[in-house]
């Protein structure tokens, strides 16, 4: 189960990574920049969503193939997801209800932080 969640999340971040790197435009747009977004937000764009989402692809990708990297990648998965959920928690009293799409997302990142503590938990108790 730890492997194939894993490799799941490989996929997915992996997916997100190259649609991210070859569309800023578009993620831009999602959150209502389109209108005012410079090469310099063009770029961080990039980075932040295509390349952190790339390592983080990589790093589950080694995780759901070598056993010694399992417990790195998930620790790596709940805390970057458990953090976006806590500051996504903590801005709803700062920014209001935010759109369906991030809501989808905040799910999501809940999902995963839950399911990661799920496998850290059998990772322990396999020992």
């Given at each position: 189960m730890v492997r194939a969640y894993l490799i799941l999340n490989a996929v997915l971040y992996g997916a997100f990574a190259a649609y991210a790197f070859l569309n800023p435009h578009l993620i831009a747009?999602?959150?209502?920049?389109?209108?005012?977004?410079?090469?310099?937000?063009?770029?961080e764009l990039r980075g932040v969503y295509g390349g952190v989402?790339?390592?983080i692809?990589?790093?589950c990708l080694l995780g759901g193939l070598y056993a010694k990297y399992a417990r790195p990648a998930l620790l790596f998965l709940l805390a970057y997801t458990g953090g976006y959920v806590v500051?996504?928690?903590?801005a709803l009293p700062l920014d209001g209800v935010p759109s369906a799409r991030l809501i989808g997302f905040s799910a999501f990142e809940l999902a995963t932080a839950l399911i990661s503590a799920l496998c850290l938990t059998r990772l322990a108790r396999a020992g």
């Open positions: 747009d999602g959150l209502g920049a389109a209108e005012t977004i410079t090469s310099d937000g063009l770029y989402s790339f390592g692809a990589v790093l500051a996504r928690i903590f």
